[in-house]
Every structure is written in structure tokens, then in C-alpha cells.
């Protein structure tokens, strides 16, 4: 009988839609006529109807028809997109991927599809689904770190323009998306750029709605830190893992009212040529890249100490002498970086554009990541006139502001010590805060 089950749901595959990709699991296979086929076979029964009728478009569920103990035991989950509003479409997406796992992974006992359609049907919605006999298969941290259901497809064709400023668009756009959606309660945004980049780009973000926002923002973070410099730059793109997923198009493939503009960086001038690497590179941490990481970290913990001093010192200063002779008050507005005056008064201190920075560690890359410490990763780069550089991109969650850090900056500028390092100069742009 659940033979029967599974090659009627081959059969009502509908024609117009596509898998995506799938991945088997690599617990074994099952045996015919077993319980773990016969539990199998209620999964196929009973979750696409679940799955469509449930107020979030999501169900997990788990079949056991051996009472005597987990022998046999099959875990399911299935989501369709929020933007779904045909109910029909999401059971038969849903049908649709437990027959497509059947044909591509027979007899496995763990399987993933992730089900959408192609240009033609763009805006009819997808799924996904999974199923295994793995206790831990429906625990969060399975689906949100595990590489047993990752899945990533990209266009083939690229975005026309400079690389690393399509880049950066992209990954704004992404990354800004996942953190809308994992503010949403139903775990689910969409979002488009309409500069930085040749053409319009829409993006879709979405996690299982039983997430916690900091797990859905951890989880769709993976996904958009696991694109490389190549697939940055393609014309489209999707990531998945079982519990959250990211994707990124041309045209609009979704049909949101709540679709939100990201900016794109601010900054959209062609950078120069990036210079040629040296033949032989050291991928070794030198000792002078980790004094700044310390340097930095200590600075950070005393800040809110010596902004209160610092303070407490100018605010004496201007009611007892009035303005200081030959040099002008900073005025700093709040993500201005344009405007910074501490070039003029602190020796040999540049303030950098966002691009050299892109340019100098090619677009961050993980080649040149040298480690990473509790405010953010340090890379190293290298300027066009030789200059070795490391560079600590502080975290965009550690919550500092941007008063905050120019009062860092001017602090770290002024420390001299024989084991310290020299601080060149600083980036800020947007949410980056960026020491060099």
C-alpha cells in the first residue's frame, strides 16, 4: 500500500513546476514493506495537507506506527512561502517534493527538495521540505548550522559592472533583507535595490516561523556569508538550508506588499584597478595585527569611561576659555563621514573611503582573513603603493554608534606604546566602522 502512495504522488507531479535541488541524506536506505516506509508513507499523506492548512504555511510533524519503541520513526517538516495566498498551490508544492525526493533518493531515509518554479510561473510561490529518522533532524540547531541540508544555486550569467561595487550592493541587499525578515513574526521579508548596480535586484528572506529572531538572523547570516567573490557578482542566486533560506533575482519573483528598498551603498564610484598580489604570500598572524586587535578590544571597554571624562574635560574647557584659537569644534552628524576633521588635527591620520577598503582586502575575503576577536574580524590588504594594512571590520550588532566610535578613533590615534601599533586612519560608512 505504500508503495502504491508513493508512485501516485509521481504521477500528480505537476509538470509546470521545478525542484530546484535536493539533497539526500546519508543516514542509509530503507527496506520495502518496512515501518520506516510504512510511517513514510503517512508523511506523504497527511503533512502537504498540514502544511497548507496551518495559519503559518508551516507543520512539523513525526510518524510512528511501531509502538514499541523509535525503531522506524520518521521526522517531517514542510514551509511554504508567506507570500503564498492559493492554498491548493502550497499542498500541491508540498505533494510535489515529497514525490520529487521519492524519485531522486529512493529508498533513502533522509531527504531534502526545495520546490519553486521557473520565470513563467515566477510569482506562484514554493516550498520546502524534509524528512528523516534522525532524533535530532527537527532540533533548530540541526537545520540552522548543519551542512546535511545546504543547498545553494546560482546563475550562470554575471552583473554587469564593477565587481567589487556589485558586490558590496549584493551583499547589502541580502543581508539587510535577512535582518528584516528576522524581525518579522512570521520570520519573512522581501526587499529590491535599484542602485549600485546596472539593473533592479530583488531579494526574499525566510526562516521557519517556530525560529527566534536571533536564531533566524544567525541562520540566514550563514547563508549570505557562505557566497564567495564569484557568486557575489552573479545575476541571481538562492541559498537553503532546512531552516531558513535567501534569494536574490532580477526580476520580481514575489508577490509582497511589504517589499522594502534597501539603500545601496553610498558610495557607488568606480574604484581603481586593485594592484597585483605578491607571489609569495604569508597567511601567517603577524604580532603587529594582533597588538591592534588588543589595542582595539581594551579601547572598546574603557569607552564609556573616558567619553564621560572626555566630555566632562571640553565642557569645562568651553565655559572657561571659550573656543580654542586657530582650530575649528568637529561637527560630526550622525553617519556623515564626509565631514570628518580629524585629518587636520591628528598627525598622519587619513580617513578612508569604503572602496580602497573593498579594494585593499579584495572585497574581504575569506584568503585574507587573519581571525576574528569578540568585536569583529581582522583581515589584512595591501593599498596600490605597497602599503600592508590590517584592517578590523567591527561588528555591526556590537551596538556602538557613531559618536562612539569617532571618540574611539580620536582616542586610539593619540596611544603611543613601543608594542602597539599605529593606528593609519578609520571608515565609516553607513553601518560599517572599520579601523586601518
Known amino acids: 500500500m505504500a508503495g502504491v502512495l508513493l508512485l501516485v504522488l509521481l504521477v500528480l507531479m505537476p509538470a509546470s513546476a521545478t525542484a530546484i535541488g535536493h539533497v539526500c541524506g546519508s543516514g542509509g536506505n530503507y527496506t520495502a514493506n518496512s515501518t520506516y516506509q510504512s510511517n513514510l508513507a503517512v508523511l506523504n499523506a497527511t503533512l502537504p495537507g498540514n502544511a497548507s492548512s496551518s495559519p503559518q504555511l508551516f507543520v512539523t510533524a513525526t510518524a510512528d506506527a511501531n509502538t514499541n519503541g523509535t525503531a522506524g520513526m520518521v521526522r517531517g517538516l514542510a514551509l511554504c512561502r508567506h507570500d503564498t495566498t492559493n492554498l491548493t498551490a502550497c499542498r500541491e508544492c508540498v505533494a510535489s517534493?515529497?514525490?520529487?525526493?521519492?524519485?531522486?533518493?529512493?529508498?533513502?531515509?533522509?531527504?531534502?527538495?526545495?520546490?519553486?518554479?521557473?520565470?513563467?510561473?515566477?510569482?506562484?510561490?514554493?516550498?520546502?521540505?524534509?524528512?528523516?529518522?534522525?532524533?535530532?533532524?527537527?532540533?533548530?540547531?540541526?537545520?540552522?548550522?548543519?551542512?546535511?541540508?545546504?543547498?545553494?544555486?546560482?546563475?550562470?550569467?554575471?552583473?554587469?559592472?564593477?565587481?567589487?561595487?556589485?558586490?558590496?550592493?549584493v551583499r547589502q541587499l541580502l543581508a539587510q533583507t535577512a535582518r528584516y525578515a528576522a524581525a518579522a513574526a512570521r520570520r519573512f521579508a522581501t526587499g529590491f535595490m535599484d542602485g549600485g548596480t546596472t539593473t533592479t535586484l530583488y531579494a526574499l528572506a525566510q526562516c521557519t516561523p517556530d525560529l527566534s529572531a536571533g536564531d533566524c538572523v544567525a541562520c540566514l547570516q550563514r547563508l549570505v556569508g557562505s557566497i564567495n567573490a564569484t557568486n557575489s557578482v552573479r545575476l541571481g542566486g538562492r541559498i537553503f538550508r532546512l531552516r531558513c533560506n535567501v534569494r536574490f533575482e532580477a526580476f520580481m519573483f514575489f508577490d509582497d506588499k511589504n517589499m522594502r528598498r534597501i539603500p545601496s551603498p553610498s558610495s557607488m564610484?568606480?574604484?581603481?584597478?586593485?594592484?597585483?598580489?605578491?607571489?609569495?604570500?604569508?597567511?601567517?598572524?603577524?604580532?603587529?595585527?594582533?597588538?591592534?586587535?588588543?589595542?582595539?578590544?581594551?579601547?572598546?571597554?574603557?569607552?564609556?569611561?573616558?567619553?564621560?571624562?572626555?566630555?566632562?574635560l571640553r565642557t569645562k574647557s568651553t565655559k572657561g576659555k571659550g573656543a580654542l584659537q586657530g582650530k575649528r569644534t568637529h561637527e560630526f552628524q550622525e553617519g556623515d563621514d564626509q565631514v570628518w576633521e580629524m585629518e587636520t588635527e591628528l598627525a598622519e591620520f587619513s580617513v578612508f573611503d569604503f572602496n580602497q577598503i573593498l579594494e585593499a582586502t579584495d572585497n574581504f575575503s575569506e584568503e585574507n582573513k587573519l581571525g576574528e576577536g569578540g568585536f569583529g574580524?581582522?583581515?589584512?590588504?595591501?593599498?596600490?603603493?605597497?602599503?600592508?594594512?590590517?584592517?578590523?571590520?567591527?561588528?555591526?550588532?556590537?551596538?556602538?554608534?557613531?559618536?562612539e566610535f569617532k571618540n574611539e578613533v580620536e582616542l586610539i590615534a593619540k596611544l603611543q606604546h613601543r608594542n602597539l601599533v599605529r593606528l593609519m586612519g578609520c571608515c565609516s560608512q553607513g553601518e560599517e566602522k572599520i579601523l586601518v
Open 377 to 403: 574580524p581582522v583581515y589584512k590588504g595591501r593599498f596600490p603603493d605597497g602599503v600592508e594594512i590590517a584592517v578590523k571590520r567591527l561588528d555591526a550588532d556590537s551596538g556602538q554608534g557613531f559618536i
Open 97 to 169: 517534493s515529497f514525490a520529487y525526493a521519492h524519485k531522486m533518493c529512493p529508498n533513502h531515509t533522509a531527504a531534502s527538495v526545495y520546490y519553486d518554479y521557473d520565470e513563467t510561473n515566477a510569482l506562484k510561490p514554493g516550498c520546502l521540505l524534509g524528512f528523516s529518522g534522525d532524533r535530532g533532524f527537527l532540533s533548530t540547531a540541526s537545520g540552522t548550522t548543519g551542512n546535511g541540508t545546504f543547498f545553494q544555486y546560482f546563475n550562470t550569467v554575471n552583473i554587469a559592472g564593477n565587481a567589487g561595487v556589485v558586490a558590496a550592493a
Open 269 to 312: 564610484a568606480q574604484p581603481p584597478a586593485p594592484a597585483p598580489a605578491p607571489a609569495n604570500k604569508r597567511h601567517g598572524v603577524k604580532p603587529w595585527v594582533i597588538a591592534l586587535s588588543v589595542a582595539a578590544s581594551v579601547a572598546l571597554v574603557a569607552l564609556c569611561f573616558i567619553v564621560y571624562c572626555l566630555r566632562r
